[in-house]
């Protein structure tokens, strides 16, 4: 019988898949770049820079004066051994190109052409090195065009555990500074080697054409948290004045709108409070945290304060036990749905959600607590008895200035385009635009909505006018048909 197939090969093993970097356990990559000042933005002062922008070239860098190249290499050297900066390195290309120079059989420092002649042996040996060395051409006054090595940059990997904090990833950018700062001051010494056998020794100062720069994805992280982080007070700060000045608007008395700021700033403390206590980290997440509880906390002491206002009692107490029974449960109520739609964060896989589950939920519960035990207490202790009285009254009359704005429907359609104009120029992007011709676009919208504004108040009073005139009319009328009648 014929001999039984063979068995069928075994199936491959599955590709490899790459290491998985956790915080801690890797390192964040940089590099050193030379012949690179910094990058030309053309995009628009309230735009963020745009990623693929191109490099504003150093046009003093030359990879074949022996200076630069001996401070190039001496600068990897050094690194190489700086291990709290550098935990790996991949081979320098100053070093590749002083092999290659060696297998050309030219001397070190090389010159211009010899070293140009390295370059084109490795980038065709190693295809991946063509990213190392960036070329540019360059055209003479003559009309002919040459190319020069315009930059060169070399991937390391860093001291910088993965997922670094961002004050601590601060700690270590000025440390790179520090270490930049001090390499550039250093004069090194390096022998060259004459036609006879004998060696001279020369000395490399620093020059211009050998700055070096490093740069790091992790750094463009660390600014904008720390960016985020230090501008959580004034962002506060500035929450703070708007919820305000909505409640002073809608209220008309100033006195509640104080208490209601004192009811948000001991909302925020007792926040800040209990992180600190559970050992929080305070990041980006958090300062973001914060700035929403500024609007939490004012929706519902705004609510209160309005209603509070608008009672028809005589009394405080009871202004305050009118205001808490008319919308003390649509509070409670829209705190619970606003939980509920939070909660479910709890269980994601991306650990901002899961804060943002943690944060929130606290924010409503305290600004709930305050509202109903602090702010509702305050005022009635100290808030007006009747409408319009209180610092409403003490203040010009302050307590009309809802009416006055919210009086009709117009009027509460001017408040809106007007909100929207003033909060149109606060925005950086909107400001430029209204700007860009000398503010003639600006003047024409205010000077066009005002002009509009007026127009409408002033057909409204006529109609008003008018409506109550025909009201009078037939009243008059209807008083002398009942005489003759």
């Given at each position: 019988?014929?001999?039984?197939?063979?068995?069928?090969?075994?199936?491959?093993?599955?590709?490899?898949?790459?290491?998985?970097?956790?915080?801690?356990?890797?390192?964040?990559?940089?590099?050193?770049?030379?012949?690179?000042?910094?990058?030309?933005?053309?995009?628009?002062?309230?735009?963020?820079?745009?990623?693929?922008?191109?490099?504003?070239?150093?046009?003093?860098?030359?990879?074949?004066?022996?200076?630069?190249?001996?401070?190039?290499?001496?600068?990897?050297?050094?690194?190489?051994?700086?291990?709290?900066?550098?935990?790996?390195?991949?081979?320098?290309?100053?070093?590749?190109?002083?092999?290659?120079?060696?297998?050309?059989?030219?001397?070190?420092?090389?010159?211009?052409?010899?070293?140009?002649?390295?370059?084109?042996?490795?980038?065709?040996?190693?295809?991946?090195?063509?990213?190392?060395?960036?070329?540019?051409?360059?055209?003479?006054?003559?009309?002919?065009?040459?190319?020069?090595?315009?930059?060169?940059?070399?991937?390391?990997?860093?001291?910088?555990?993965?997922?670094?904090?961002?004050?601590?990833?601060?700690?270590?950018?000025?440390?790179?500074?520090?270490f930049i700062a001090e390499f550039e001051g250093t004069t090194f010494q390096y022998s060259v080697t004459n036609a006879d056998g004998t060696a001279t020794l020369y000395s490399a100062p620093p020059t211009p054409s050998s700055t070096v720069k490093v740069t790091s994805e992790s750094w463009v992280r660390m600014a904008?948290?720390?960016?985020?982080?230090?501008?959580?007070?004034?962002?506060?700060?500035?929450?703070?004045?708007?919820?305000?000045?909505?409640?002073?608007?809608?209220?008309?008395?100033?006195?509640?709108?104080?208490?209601?700021?004192?009811?948000?700033?001991?909302?925020?403390?007792?926040?800040?409070?209990?992180?600190?206590?559970?050992?929080?980290?305070?990041?980006?997440?958090?300062?973001?945290?914060?700035?929403?509880?500024?609007?939490?906390?004012?929706?519902?002491?705004?609510?209160?304060?309005?209603?509070?206002?608008?009672?028809?009692?005589?009394?405080?107490?009871?202004?305050?036990?009118?205001?808490?029974?008319?919308?003390?449960?649509?509070?409670?109520?829209?705190?619970?749905?606003?939980?509920?739609?939070?909660?479910?964060?709890?269980?994601?896989?991306?650990?901002?959600?899961?804060?943002?589950?943690?944060?929130?939920?606290?924010?409503?519960?305290?600004?709930?607590?305050?509202?109903?035990?602090?702010?509702?207490?305050?005022?009635?202790?100290?808030?007006?008895?009747?409408?319009?009285?209180?610092?409403?009254?003490?203040?010009?009359?302050?307590?009309?200035?809802?009416?006055?704005?919210?009086?009709?429907?117009?009027?509460?359609?001017?408040f809106l385009v007007a909100s929207g104009i003033v909060f149109g120029i606060l925005l950086p992007a909107t400001r430029v635009l209204l700007y860009k011709d000398g503010g003639t676009t600006l003047t024409i919208i205010v000077c066009g909505f005002v002009f509009l504004s007026a127009v409408s108040i002033y057909v409204?009073?006529?109609?008003?006018?008018?409506?109550?005139?025909?009201?009078?009319?037939?009243?008059?009328?209807?008083?002398?048909?009942?005489?003759?009648?």
């Amino acid at each position: 019988p014929p001999p039984p197939p063979p068995p069928p090969p075994p199936p491959s093993p599955p590709p490899l898949q790459p290491a998985e970097r956790f915080a801690g356990t890797n390192y964040e990559k940089a590099q050193l770049t030379w012949g690179i000042e910094d990058i030309q933005d053309d995009s628009a002062s309230y735009a963020p820079r745009e990623v693929d922008a191109n490099p504003v070239v150093n046009a003093a860098f030359d990879i074949g004066d022996p200076v630069t190249q001996v401070r190039m290499l001496k600068l990897c050297e050094v690194l190489e051994n700086r291990t709290d900066l550098a935990s790996s390195f991949t081979a320098c290309p100053m070093q590749v190109l002083r092999s290659a120079g060696t297998t050309l059989s030219y001397p070190w420092p090389m010159n211009s052409s010899q070293i140009l002649d390295a370059i084109t042996r490795v980038v065709t040996e190693r295809p991946s090195y063509r990213k190392t060395f960036g070329l540019q051409t360059v055209t003479s006054s003559s009309g002919a065009s040459t190319k020069r090595v315009a930059w060169v940059k070399v991937d390391f990997m860093s001291g910088m555990p993965f997922r670094l904090s961002a004050t601590k990833l601060e700690h270590e950018y000025f440390k790179f500074l520090d270490f930049i700062a001090e390499f550039e001051g250093t004069t090194f010494q390096y022998s060259v080697t004459n036609a006879d056998g004998t060696a001279t020794l020369y000395s490399a100062p620093p020059t211009p054409s050998s700055t070096v720069k490093v740069t790091s994805e992790s750094w463009v992280r660390m600014a904008t948290e720390l960016q985020a982080i230090r501008g959580t007070v004034s962002s506060i700060a500035v929450s703070l004045a708007f919820a305000v000045f909505a409640t002073f608007i809608f209220t008309g008395d100033a006195f509640v709108a104080f208490m209601a700021l004192l009811s948000m700033l001991a909302i925020i403390l007792a926040v800040v409070a209990i992180l600190v206590a559970l050992k929080v980290k305070f990041g980006i997440v958090e300062a973001i945290s914060l700035t929403i509880l500024v609007g939490i906390s004012v929706d519902f002491s705004l609510h209160l304060a309005e209603s509070f206002t608008r009672s028809h009692f005589t009394s405080r107490g009871m202004r305050g036990v009118d205001a808490v029974s008319r919308v003390g449960y649509p509070i409670v109520s829209a705190a619970m749905t606003t939980m509920s739609a939070v909660m479910p964060m709890l269980w994601c896989q991306v650990q901002v959600l899961v804060r943002f589950g943690q944060i929130i939920p606290l924010c409503i519960i305290m600004s709930l607590v305050y509202g109903f035990h602090f702010f509702i207490p305050m005022l009635m202790s100290f808030g007006p008895n009747v409408p319009g009285g209180g610092a409403g009254k003490w203040l010009c009359h302050m307590g009309k200035l809802p009416n006055l704005l919210f009086g009709t429907q117009t009027r509460r359609l001017i408040f809106l385009v007007a909100s929207g104009i003033v909060f149109g120029i606060l925005l950086p992007a909107t400001r430029v635009l209204l700007y860009k011709d000398g503010g003639t676009t600006l003047t024409i919208i205010v000077c066009g909505f005002v002009f509009l504004s007026a127009v409408s108040i002033y057909v409204e009073q006529r109609c008003r006018r008018r409506a109550v005139a025909v009201a009078d009319s037939s009243e008059a009328s209807s008083r002398v048909a009942a005489r003759v009648l």
